[in-house]
């Protein structure tokens, strides 16, 4: 992934992003507030750096058409591992999904992390994502039923 890829990884990704909403969340893309769409995903400016410069992030393209993303950096120290390879997102157009597009991008992050000296890979999954699923269960990796927690902090109604 380069630099030069920006805009059309942000069209991929946001357009992914509103197919995800609207099969999941019940607020309408419309209603939500403009700050909080426009710093959604990877490829948002303000998130978009890190996932660059970290040799683990890639596209699949083909005659300068963007099909396919995947964002990933190294992250030190994280839960029992020295090197780990996060997976914040990836996603393959609706048009060209079911090519191996989505398992080429996976298998070449987690190369890249070997590479780098990873230990181990974590990829953010939604539980309602069959297909992703079944594509990390056939890359190797194992799932389990834990789930993720998240927890705003900069929420004013947040009582700590």
């Known amino acids: 992934m380069k630099l030069k890829d920006l805009r059309k990884v942000r069209e991929l990704e ?4 509103k197919e995800y909403f609207q099969e999941t969340i019940e607020n309408k893309w419309d209603d939500l507030p403009q700050e909080w769409k426009d710093n959604l995903g990877a490829s948002s ?3 978009f ?3 660059l410069d970290s040799g683990l992030s890639f596209v699949a393209e083909e005659d300068g058409e963007i099909y ?3 964002f990933a950096q190294m992250l030190h120290h994280v839960a029992d591992c020295d ?3 996060w997976i914040e997102n990836m996603a393959v157009d609706p048009l060209v999904r079911r090519n191996e597009i ?3 991008l996976l ?3 987690l190369r890249a992390g070997q ?3 990873a230990d181990v890979a974590h990829s953010m999954i939604s539980p309602d994502n069959a297909p992703s699923i079944m594509l990390h269960k056939k890359i190797g990796f194992f799932m389990d039923r834990r789930m993720v927690a998240l927890m705003d902090l900069k929420d004013p109604k947040l009582k700590l």
Do not use: D, W
């Open 14 to 17: 946001i357009s992914c992003i």
């Open 45 to 47: 400016p303000k998130h």
């Open 49 to 51: 750096r890190p996932y």
């Open 68 to 70: 396919g993303f995947i």
């Open 83 to 85: 090197n780990l390879v």
């Open 102 to 104: 989505g398992y080429r």
């Open 107 to 109: 298998r070449e992050t």
């Open 115 to 117: 590479a780098q000296g």
